[in-house]
């Protein structure tokens, strides 16, 4: 079974392999090899993922059916607010979009799409269910945030990525309350996609690609990276 991929080199000092047909599934490694042998048990946990939520799953494949293509490949670099490169330090990154992205969603990649944003949030609540206020509101060493903290930028996120395309209500109206924040923007993308079958919208904004494939890519990517983070921290 072939599998399309795209490389992102350089973020944060590692590289993704994204499984492009596949939104929700990637794997980090220290360069784009390590990334890329990595996709290929990323894959079959995905596979499993899906199949421990809906046993009708889409995607059956043996690991011995695994052929990998290279879609694209992608170096983040940074720019100002004048759309100049800079540094790392001045500047702010613009990242991956492959020519993968540039496909319209169809009508059963939204309904797959919608699948997997509601299993990844049951799995985001899971991992914080019984957690006491106090507790998600504690420090960590080292640590940027608090799981509050992440909560509240994984809604901040999605809510960003819509607003890429103009598909975000103001964000004088986003909810300061963490959960509050998670369901109101997931509600807002959830209405978008349904609106986005075979459009075939690509936008830059601030230097950067956007398409409805690429929110859907790493809407799914941002909330599961954050679960396995707030995982770990507990």
Request: proline residues 3%; charged residues 25%.
């Amino acid at each position: 079974m072939i599998f399309q991929a795209g490389i992102e080199n350089n973020n944060e000092g590692r590289s993704i392999a994204w499984a492009l047909e596949h939104p929700g599934c990637f794997a980090y490694g220290v360069n784009a090899d390590g990334a890329l042998e990595n996709l290929e048990g990323a894959l079959n946990r995905y596979a499993g993922w899906i199949l421990h939520h809906d046993t009708r799953t889409w995607l059956n494949f043996s690991e011995s059916e695994i052929d990998i293509v290279i879609n694209g490949t992608w170096d983040v670099y940074f720019i100002n607010d004048e759309l100049d490169k800079a540094s790392e330090a001045d500047g702010y990154s613009v990242e991956s979009f492959f020519p993968y992205d540039w496909k319209p969603l169809t009508a059963l990649d939204i309904k797959h799409g919608l699948d997997l944003l509601a299993w990844s949030r049951e799995d985001l609540l899971q991992c914080i269910k019984g957690l006491s206020p106090e507790k998600r509101d504690a420090a960590y060493p080292g640590e940027r945030w608090s799981i509050n903290g992440i909560l509240g930028h994984v809604g901040g996120a999605e809510w960003w990525y819509l607003d890429r395309l103009g598909l975000a209500f103001p964000r004088k109206q986003m909810s300061e309350e963490p959960l509050r924040r998670l369901e109101q923007v997931r509600a807002n993308l959830a209405s978008a996609l349904h609106k986005l079958n075979e459009v075939k919208q690509v936008i830059g904004v601030d230097g950067e690609f956007w398409s409805p494939r690429k929110i859907l890519r790493r809407a799914l990517w941002h909330e599961r990276d954050h679960t396995e983070h707030i995982r770990k921290l507990i």
